[in-house]
RNA sequence: GGGAGAAUUCCCGAGCGGCCAAAGGGGGCAGACUGUAAAUCUGUUGCAUUAGCUUCGGUGGUCCGAAUCCACCUUCUCCCA
């Protein structure tokens, strides 16, 4: 399923097998929370900006348009008409973001939809049944992500209740995949690594789902109020416990340095709503650093975003014009923006395969932290 | 021709004797954004920035003190002819 097949110190490039196709690791996940991205982009643009998965909201898609419909209509692939793998995020992270609105017990949690108030419900087996409605190529386990920092006995309480949820995700996606009716009966399941910044009970959680022979492992809870430092120092904690032949997926993560810094610890797999955010935004990422296309210095530039980038919105547009249509609220500005900031993160990645095919990732490394972080 | 009302900082618009460099929008400028309740949020927006200086159509006046009161002028809107 999974294979590596380079390694330069901890730095993996791998491949993992799918029924929807092959992903090439390290990867970054197009986040795209209720089956679009934000910013007027279709599934067809995906191809465009070389998008290797996408990623969609199991929370979302449950109240909107519902999974029941999106099973009708033959799964999230052909709803949104997109062949690649999709990996549906389970709502545990809604658990964090929904915070004001929402209630945890052991069964599960007890929400009021963001849209109309009305009471819902999700456990592991719900989570499990609406991802396997979805059909998405991969599913993530049921988890509670805890804002940081975190009280060291909520953070062990909730935890090892996250563990009993991955086993209860494990089981009942066993038997959903086993049911006839079942649209995608090769569903993935990556169980995901919790316990805020107390090493120990990460540890001791990463053992525990690691018995679990699941297809792929995440660490969640990371970039949720805990500093860059307190991030790094997780992984570097977490990874030695991570079987080996199995994806590692940083949940949430991050800005371009975040996710070299990452891989050169071990990680394969990444998603961040950073690109497609910010490119809404207009903070856009360039070989040589963050700008603001917003900024009067570019009302009349006539170059390109960025000149090494082939993009859509390079290929064609002025940094002159773009800045335009935000300043027009023309959509098509979010559009382009959005548009290069996902290419430029899936280069990103494709550079960071390479780097470490030719045993040069330690040099790109240094090289790209010194530049990306940078605001120009 | 007669009558009524209005002119505020880039724009709209509040203020109607001191607590006003002047509310609130818009626009401008800058920043934030990390498993998306985010086409959102924050800061700033007369000059100098320490004191201070110059603003509320214009000119003159009342008052310790005026964007606010008075007189005239200019422009605009509405009503009656």
Redesign the pocket.
Known sequence: MFKILNQEDRARRGVLSTVHGEIQTPVFMN???CAA????ISSNDLYDVNCQVE???TY?LHLRPSDKVIYNMGGLHKFMNFNKPILT??G???V??????RKIKEEGVYFAS??DGSRIFMGPEESMQIQSNLASTIA??F???IENPAEYEYTKMSSERTIRWLYRCKEEMDRLNNLPTTINKKQMLFG?N?GSTYDDIRIYNMKQIAKLDLDGY?I?????GDT?EQMYHTIDVVEPFMPINKPRYL?????PV?IIEAVSRGVDFF????P???G????LFTSKG?I?V????Y?EDKSPIDENCNCPACRFYSKGYIRHLF?A?E?LG?RLG?LHNLYFYNNLMKEIREAIETNTFNEYKKEKIEVLGK?I
């Open positions: 986040v795209g929370t991205i934000k910013g007027g990623l969609s909201n979302h995020d389970s545990g992270f809604q964090f973001s929904l915070a004001a609105i963001h849209i993530m386990a988890d509670e992500c995901i919790q995440a969640g809870g990371l970039a949720v860059v949940m949430g993560v991050g800005t975040n998603d961040c709503v950073m497609s955010r910010n809404r935004h207009g903070t963050i603001s917003l900024n009067e210095k009302k300043k609220k959509m979010m959005v605001r």
